[in-house]
């Protein structure tokens, strides 16, 4: 039962990153988390169920620790580098939906 759900998925996940590349250039944190959840789904055993749910909870502690955790970082960093009386500029595309 794993390996048909190993397979299958895998063949999504090759499906979905050929459709990315094709529609801009794949970053190495893109590259990185797929062979991360490679790894994972290989190591992967139970019923599907199981294998769905362990897989929902990889992805949950994976966003927290390389996504928000990173985030929070940054955030402390830069929080330590502006004082009051600077003058902070940011930037934004915007992208009409229609």
């Not at 169920?49 to 929902?56: G, I, P, S, W």
């Not at 996504?67 to 930037?91: F, H, P």
Request: hydrophobic residues 40%; contains cysteine; negative net charge.
């Amino acid at each position: 039962m794993n390996e048909e759900i190993s397979r299958g998925l895998d063949s999504e996940i090759t499906r979905s990153l050929v459709f990315l590349q094709k529609c801009r250039p794949v970053s190495v944190s893109m590259v990185n988390v797929v062979k991360h959840l490679r790894a994972h789904l290989t190591k992967t055993k139970g019923t599907e169920a199981q294998v769905k749910e362990e897989l929902a909870e990889w992805i949950d502690i994976y966003v927290e620790n390389q996504l928000e955790k990173a985030s929070e970082a940054i955030s402390m960093s830069v929080r330590q580098k502006i004082a009051d009386g600077d003058v902070i500029l940011t930037y934004s595309w915007f992208v009409p939906l229609y």
